[in-house]
T-cell receptor
Framework: DAGVTQSPTHLIKTRGQHVTLRCSPI?????VSWYQQVLGQGPQFIFQ???????GRGNFPDRFSARQFPNYSSELNVNALLLGDSALYLC???????????????FGEGSRLTVL | GNSVTQMEGPVTLSEEAFLTINCTYTATGYPSLFWYVQYPGEGLQLLLKATKADDKGSNKGFEATYRKETTSFHLEKGSVQVSDSAVYFCALRELTGGGNKLTFGTGTQLKVEL
């Protein structure tokens, strides 16, 4: 079975531009989470979506938005890019392991965004 | 809020040496604890986990014990190999709220030399 797939793998943007990153979860997984990993740091939680609804949001500005589609794939959008948005953006999928209990997170290889 | 503190790297060891990477946490509830590994150019992979106090997670020769009294989850391996060279992240997940948010430490880079 395919794992979590993300696209594009690498991209370069300039300040002020907009970017859309895409994620396809493992088949059967209904939850998608997004993390930002700045070089030399641990991943920081951005969003979680479950069954197409936002279930959690990290401490990121409104320039960051996301959505989940009926097939459970997801997009992360970042507007008005800043130099500090340069990072590896990781998508993770999971499913319920019990009532209101989420199972293991499976991460994709990430989309590396460079803002010039 | 929740936080995870890891020992800083890089940690450089000779092959077959003993490894310890320290991890301590702060949490308001009763978290599950995880170690993830990131090989160069790849995403994160779950290495091991523990969901309650005194649980021991283990995988591929790595072990970590959930110590509630010291709020720690140190990673150990008795004999490291060159192939273990990677960045290791300690993380916690709160059990309340039903969500799946992980709080990560800053990561510890391990280099194993022949």
């Amino acid at each position: 079975d395919a794992g979590v797939t993300q696209s594009p793998t690498h991209l370069i943007k300039t300040r002020g531009q907009h970017v859309t990153l895409r994620c396809s979860p493992i088949s059967g997984h209904k939850s998608v989470s997004w993390y930002q990993q700045v070089l030399g740091q641990g991943p920081q939680f951005i969003f979680q979506y479950y069954e197409k609804e936002e279930r959690g949001r990290g401490n990121f500005p409104d320039r960051f938005s996301a959505r989940q589609f009926p097939n459970y794939s997801s997009e992360l959008n970042v507007n008005a890019l800043l130099l500090g948005d340069s990072a590896l953006y990781l998508c993770a999928s999971s499913d319920l392991a019990g009532p209101r209990v989420h199972g293991e997170l499976f991460f994709g290889e990430g989309s590396r965004l460079t803002v010039l | 809020g929740n936080s995870v503190t890891q020992m800083e790297g890089p940690v450089t060891l000779s092959e077959e040496a003993f490894l310890t990477i320290n991890c301590t946490y702060t949490a308001t509830g009763y978290p599950s604890l995880f170690w993830y590994v990131q090989y160069p150019g790849e995403g994160l992979q779950l290495l091991l986990k523990a969901t309650k106090a005194d649980d021991k997670g283990s995988n591929k020769g790595f072990e970590a014990t959930y110590r509630k009294e010291t709020t720690s989850f140190h990673l150990e391996k008795g004999s490291v190999q060159v192939s273990d060279s990677a960045v290791y992240f300690c993380a916690l997940r709160e059990l309340t709220g039903g969500g799946n948010k992980l709080t990560f430490g800053t990561g510890t880079q391990l280099k194993v030399e022949l």
